[in-house]
């Protein structure tokens, strides 16, 4: 194997723990020492910039947000990559919740709204420990870009639906059975990890990612070495190229001293 020279990471269930809603201490000097060893880290997460500062005093070097739709440097002001959702999929997706509705997050570049609050919007905002979206007119929402929607249905039979007859220029992936992230077709946290790489000059083949959830599957296949968490499901560990121990039980650090980068 290539030497390590760039490692992409997920958020909640991977940097995270989903118990403490922190990035442990032993982790954030591991994190430290590889960057030292002038290994370049990346945040690669279906969250907004304004939903990472979990991570503050961490100094990566460039962020993957919404899925691969919206990229930036390190210091988040200049944009990588952005791919917003067609106005075509949104007008019809308001549409659609005009008859049959369902709350659904709306994410602009800086924001997240959504059309009602129900006991699942609730559940996941425990979940991660972030604020409740602000209640806004979804009419009033779509008519700036928004780069990622969330829609709270835990039916896959209705995903699929949505995805062939309402917003059909976008695909739905899961990290939690309670809702799905919905970005254009064909952009995934992949897409943001190729981007990055252009952007930095890196390759490929000296690439390194970790997740836990199904929106982390593109991004684990692509790098040269994938590392589901113990935490993650059976589907993810099932493309990995490594499972290593759970959140929880500084998964990240183990696979680490298991690749001799620590």
Known sequence: MNPIKAVFFDIDGTLVSFNTHCVSPALRQALAALR???????VATGRMLPMIGVLDGIPFDGYITYNGAYCVDAGRRNVI??????????????????KDPFPVAFMPKDAITVNYVDG????????????????????????G????FCPYVEDDEKIRYLEQHVFTHCAATRWTPLFADVNVRGVSKQTGIDRILDCYGLD???????????????????VALGVAMGNASDEVKAIADHT???????????????????
């Open 36 to 42: 030292n060893r002038g290994i370049k880290l990346f």
């Open 81 to 98: 990559y952005a791919c917003p959702v067609p106005q075509e999929d949104l007008d019809a997706l308001v549409r659609y919740l005009e």
């Open 120 to 143: 699942t919007v609730e559940a996941i905002a425990r979940q991660i420990d972030v604020p409740l979206p602000r209640v806004e007119d979804p009419h009033v929402t779509i008519r």
């Open 145 to 148: 870009d928004v780069f990622q």
């Open 204 to 222: 490929l083949g000296e690439t390194m990612a970790f997740g836990d959830g199904g929106n982390d599957i593109p991004m684990l296949r692509h």
């Open 244 to 262: 290593t121990a759970p959140v929880d039980d500084e998964g990240i650090i183990q696979a680490f001293r298991h690749f001799g980068l620590l």
